[in-house]
């Protein structure tokens, strides 16, 4: 616990910038037109496949008994793959819309 503290109070100001960073997140996002959420949100999957690829490199360079580095890379991977399909599977479900119905 002393641990968590201690890192928590030499990166006070990471840990502001980084909720500043969500709020600001979720109010840009929210402003989004409909109409635009999807061709932008095709272009985040390859975002988050360079997120996947780093997760990857944490994960190889972590030292064996550094469990919190390995977690994270771990959650990353798994996150990150599932925004990756996700995204992809909305893309490929909007690009349907517009192709001709066969009759």
Not at 7 to 14: A, G, L, Q, V
Not at 45 to 54: C, D, E, Q, S
Not at 59 to 78: C, H, K, Q, T
Request: net charge neutral.
């Amino acid at each position: 616990m002393e641990q968590v503290l201690s890192f928590i109070s030499e990166n006070i100001r990471f840990i502001y910038l980084i909720i500043l960073m969500v709020f600001l997140g979720i109010e840009v996002i929210s402003h989004v037109p409909s109409v635009l959420h999807t061709p932008l949100m095709s272009g985040a999957n390859a975002i988050h496949g360079v997120v996947i690829v780093g997760a990857i490199i944490v994960m190889g360079r972590a030292e064996p008994d550094n469990y919190l580095a390995l977690i994270l890379g771990f959650f990353s991977v798994i996150l990150g793959t599932l925004n990756v399909v996700g995204g992809f599977v909305v893309t490929d479900r909007m690009l349907e819309m517009f192709k001709k119905k066969k009759k």
